[in-house]
């Protein structure tokens, strides 16, 4: 039962992500990162200008409007130098069709959108470059809210409304085959109902897409800790423990990719994993003795 898990890293080149904001926000600084996360073993390098943390309890008032200039003028001098000297495989996590169009031209080759396909000139966008599409589910702006946050079933509803965007993707002209499923941990989603996505990625599996999860220092983790009465919850780079549990829960699940920031943790944490599964899938049964 041989498996590999790819390791995506997030390179967030903003000012306000929620755990690792304005740490990479020069070119320069944001190079060596990505140099660094290559040397960890990332596969892809998932490139972000603008932040998605939605408002709410979590992150409070969310991340404030970014105009598509501003985010082209954040991404586009370290998308092309890792690229071109670093030689990654790079993602764009980006919204908006210029930016997608602009990172493409640059080298990169998928779009990570986590607005789930609602924007069809993104979509051709992505078709017309015969780039890769991660469709990450979400609702409005990701807010927990009684009309983003409401569902009869969560995985069943999730699975439905990832499966229609892959259909409008393909409709415009995205190969099947390009296109990745993320359950969209953490957006427009309680931490229960992060946990059910992720119990339900065997689900989402049976849709034949690949799959995403990014579960990565997220607020669920907290959440699982006030529920046992943790006090204080972790803050976000306090969350290594409870990402790596997600992890090895995503790779035992048989999901292609996870995202993280912490590329060599993640990395291990699949190795180990993996090695544990075919372990166990070569474990001789043994005949019971009358």
């Known amino acids: 039962m041989q498996r590999r898990c790819q390791v ?30 290559l040397d960890e073993g990332a596969d892809v390098l998932d490139v972000g200008g603008a932040s998605s943390r939605p408002p709410g309890k979590a992150y409070g008032a969310g991340a404030p409007h970014v105009d598509a ?12 130098p890792i690229v071109r ?11 908006r069709p210029e ?9 990169a080759r998928i779009v990570n959108d986590v607005s789930t396909g609602s924007s069809a000139e993104l979509l051709e966008v992505v078709a017309e470059a015969h780039a ?19 569902y009869q079933s969560v995985i069943d509803d999730v699975a439905r ?11 415009v002209g995205v190969a099947a085959h390009a296109i990745w499923l993320d359950p969209g941990v953490g957006f427009a989603k309680t931490a229960a109902d992060s946990l059910a996505v992720m119990a339900g990625i ?5 849709t034949g897409y690949r799959i995403l999860v990014g579960p990565s220092r997220k607020s669920f983790i907290a959440a ?32 292609h990719a996870v995202r993280v920031h912490d590329v060599r943790e993640a990395r291990q944490t699949i190795l180990v994993s993996e090695a544990l599964l075919n372990a166990h899938t070569a474990r001789p049964v043994k005949e019971h003795q009358a």
């Open 224 to 255: 699982v800790e006030a529920k046992a009465n943790i006090v204080p919850q972790s803050l976000p780079l306090e969350r290594s423990g409870g990402t790596a549990a997600a992890v090895a829960w995503s790779v035992a699940c048989g999901a």
């Open 69 to 80: 200039n501003e985010e082209l003028r954040r991404v586009m001098p370290v998308i092309e």
């Open 202 to 206: 065997p689900q989402l599996l049976g």
């Open 132 to 150: 890769e599409l991660v469709l990450m589910h979400n609702r409005g702006d990701g807010s927990m809210n009684a009309e983003n946050a409401s």
């Open 8 to 37: 995506w890293a997030i390179l967030n080149v903003t000012p306000d992500s929620f755990s690792d904001g304005g740490k990479y926000l020069s070119a320069a600084a944001a190079i060596a990162r990505a140099k660094e996360l």
């Open 161 to 171: 409304e990832l499966t229609a965007a892959a259909a409008r993707a393909i409709s």
């Open 99 to 107: 930016v997608a169009r602009e990172a493409l031209r640059a080298g």
């Open 85 to 95: 000297e670093l030689g990654a495989t790079v993602s764009i996590d980006t919204t």
